[in-house]
Every structure is written in structure tokens, then in C-alpha cells.
């Protein structure tokens, strides 16, 4: 710990304050409208969106006793996920027509802030939840509770002086903005994506069963041997386990000597059956597809991508007619019968392209998404414990932005 750091028991600069309220379900005399945070409620907000939150009938001493304001802590003190908790802003108040109560199920945290800001301590509960710290207080019971007391007792916080304190709240502060840009851009490109869809593949034009523009081949399991040692025999699909998030299949897990059910590079990898069924993937080498998988085929790269997105759209056709007495099963007749828009070559490929380049770009979203929050993760695990200082230079910079 720096020299000018100070280390405290959590219990020293934050006390758990007072319980909310849950108020009644109808009107009465006395009793006055009021929205109620519920646990699941502080998720939505702290996502930066608006919740769903019920509306309630309560007292006005008791509105007075649970009534949130600006700056209020609250944390999430029973239910599945308890532990989350969010500072109270005059923005996200403004966002509700009626009066903000918390519910039973919350609580509110004192702030000691001659010692730490109330945005400070935010961040350090938000980090200390998501690497599990807060939720391993969780007491078990039907209805997790968290042991706040326990925790305050137990958890010690290092605390930088409040200038650094700012700087920090700053930077991840700017970071989070960054984040929620990000997830307004990945919002934007999958809700174009799926309009992009419905114009494509609800359009009138000619109808073709999926076995007359490609081939479709049902896996089974392999009769050959089997090994995981790399490299011998040919390489073996088993499942959606090999599936990558961008859209290829991953390395290969077994190998085999049967080389009955072949799928070739550019083939998608379809799951049949189970609770996977309907994902797929493109395969980007030869291999052998085992029970569960069908590979379907197509001549034109671009047709494959074609029917990859007709399939991804199309799915509410396979699966409610699927078999199985739990989870689909999808038979090779259904497979192939599977009805599909076929325009001619030219508009194939140019709506293919046109899909495919904002299915990458949302691909490419998710990528950035999902880096930036290990980035936060991490620059915040260094900053909270002091192995990374920001320099006093930082305020001029922020200043003269």
C-alpha cells in the first residue's frame, strides 16, 4: 500500500442503514402512489435503462422513512443476485413520474465522505461483486440474504486520498461511457440485422425446399475408433462445445477413423437435437460430424451464407414441428423440406454481402464490448489496490478537455 493510502475495515467508513418498504397492492385513504426499486429494478438501472418497476400504495410516514434522494446508496439485500447496489443520482430520479421508494429487499449504506466519496465506495462494491467477493456473503436459504454485517466486519477497503479518489471515479467513469456507446451501436447493428431479415426473408418472391439448392447430410456416431491425442485420423464433430462466437467451428476435441459423414470447409454445422438444436456454425475444415449434427452444403460461398441467415431467421418453422419428448429433434425430412426465399443470383449475393457485412460488424461490436470491460475489470483491480497511480497531470488534461 502507498504511503498515502489508509486501510480501514468496510464497517469503519460504511454503515448499513435502514430497510425499505413494500407498500399494498390497491388504493386506500391515506395511502399515496409511489414507484418501488425492487433488487431486480437496481440491475436495470445500473445497465443505464429504465426499469419496469411496480407501482405502489403506501403511507406517508412510511414514504418519508423509504423515500429515495440524491446521493442514497442502495444495495440489494435479498434475492438471487443480492449484493448489487448503486448511488442514487438526480438523473436517474428524474426518470420516474411518482415518488421512489426502495423495497424490504433493500437497504441503504451511510458513507462516512470526509474519508471517501460515495462514488468511490460505487465502484468498489460494483468491482468486488463481479469478481464475487460481495456474493460469497450470501447466506444460503430458499432466498439468498446477504450478511452485510458480516461483510462490513470482514472486508477492509485501501483508501487513496479524495483527489485520487476522483481521478479514479473519472476514468472509469469515462470508461463506462464508452461502454454504454458501445452497447448502443450493438443494439443498433442486431436490431438492423433482424429488420434486414424480415425485409429479405418475409418478402413475397419464389419459395425452394432447402434440398434443392444445397445438400444436406445427417451426422451419426462414428463406428471407428475414437481419440483426443491430436492428429489421428480425421478431426471430429461432436457438438455445439466446438462452436466460436464468430461463427466458425473451433479447434477439434477428438479425432476418428471413420470417415463416413464427411462436412468439408464452408459447410454450416447445424445442431438437430437436444437442447442446442437450431444453433450452427460455418466449418472452416474437413471433418467428421457425429449424432446430433447435420451439415448442409452449398456450391457458392455466398449462397451458404444465404441460407445460414435464412436458417438463423426461419427457425420458429423447424423447430415447433421438431420431435423429441424434452427437447427437438429435428429429422433429416424436416431439414430438408425447410421452405426458404430464393431471388435470383444477383440478389443473393448482394443481400448475403449486405448481411453478412453488418453480422461482422456486430461481431466486431461484441469483440470491442466484451475487451473493454476486461479492460475495466482489470485497470480498476490495479487502480482500487495501488499498483497503478494516476498522475496529478491527469486533472490539468481533464480540465482543458
Known amino acids: 500500500m502507498r504511503d498515502d493510502w489508509k486501510q480501514f475495515s468496510l464497517g469503519e467508513i460504511v454503515e448499513l442503514g435502514k430497510g425499505g418498504s413494500w407498500g399494498e397492492d390497491d388504493p386506500s385513504v391515506g395511502l399515496i402512489q409511489a414507484v418501488c426499486l425492487r433488487g431486480t429494478d437496481l440491475a436495470d438501472l445500473i445497465d443505464g435503462k429504465i426499469p419496469d418497476a411496480p407501482v405502489r400504495w403506501i403511507k406517508e410516514s412510511e414514504l418519508r422513512k423509504s423515500e429515495c434522494s440524491k446521493d442514497m446508496v442502495l444495495i440489494e439485500t435479498s434475492g438471487s443476485k443480492c449484493g448489487r447496489s448503486i448511488v442514487l443520482t438526480e438523473e436517474i430520479l428524474a426518470k420516474f413520474d411518482l415518488p421512489v421508494i426502495y423495497s424490504n429487499f433493500c437497504r441503504t449504506l451511510r458513507i462516512e465522505t470526509n474519508t471517501v466519496t460515495r462514488e468511490f465506495i460505487q465502484i468498489w462494491f460494483s468491482h468486488n461483486y463481479a469478481n464475487g467477493l460481495i456474493p460469497s456473503y450470501r447466506a444460503t436459504s430458499a432466498m439468498p440474504n446477504l450478511d452485510v454485517k458480516a461483510l462490513l466486519r470482514v472486508e477492509h477497503i485501501q483508501v487513496p486520498p479524495l483527489p485520487e479518489q476522483k481521478r479514479i471515479v473519472d476514468l472509469i467513469s469515462s470508461l463506462d461511457s464508452y461502454i454504454e456507446a ?184 461484441d469483440q470491442n464490448l466484451a475487451a473493454t470491460k476486461n479492460l475495466r475489470s482489470s485497470l480498476l483491480h490495479d487502480l482500487l489496490s495501488g499498483k497503478h497511480e494516476i498522475p496529478s497531470t491527469y486533472d490539468k488534461a481533464m480540465g482543458a478537455a
Open 182 to 365: 458501445l452497447q448502443q451501436q450493438q443494439n443498433f447493428a442486431k436490431q438492423l440485422l433482424q429488420a434486414l431479415c424480415q425485409k429479405t426473408f418475409l418478402a413475397e418472391g419464389d419459395f425452394v425446399k432447402l434440398h434443392t439448392v444445397a445438400t444436406c447430410i445427417m451426422g451419426q456416431s462414428p463406428e471407428g475408433s475414437t481419440c483426443n491425442k491430436d492428429g489421428i485420423g480425421t478431426p471430429l464433430l461432436t457438438g455445439p462445445t466446438e462452436f466460436q462466437r464468430n461463427n466458425w467451428v473451433g479447434p477439434p476435441r477428438q479425432w476418428t477413423t471413420n470417415e463416413t459423414k464427411i462436412s468439408i470447409s464452408q459447410d454450416i454445422l447445424f445442431c438437430v437435437r437436444g437442447a442446442t438444436a437450431g444453433r450452427m456454425n460455418l466449418t472452416n475444415y474437413r471433418s467428421v460430424i457425429g449424432r446430433g449434427l447435420a451439415a448442409i452444403r452449398c456450391e457458392d460461398p455466398m449462397d451458404t451464407h444465404f441460407v445460414r441467415f435464412a436458417l438463423q431467421f426461419g427457425l420458429n418453422q423447424l423447430l415447433p414441428s421438431a420431435g423429441g419428448t424434452i427437447f427437438p429433434n429435428i429429422s433429416q425430412s424436416q431439414l430438408r423440406g425447410f421452405n426458404l426465399p430464393w431471388p435470383n443470383e444477383t440478389e443473393r449475393r448482394s443481400l448475403a454481402s449486405l448481411l453478412k457485412s453488418v453480422e461482422d460488424n456486430t461481431e466486431t461490436l
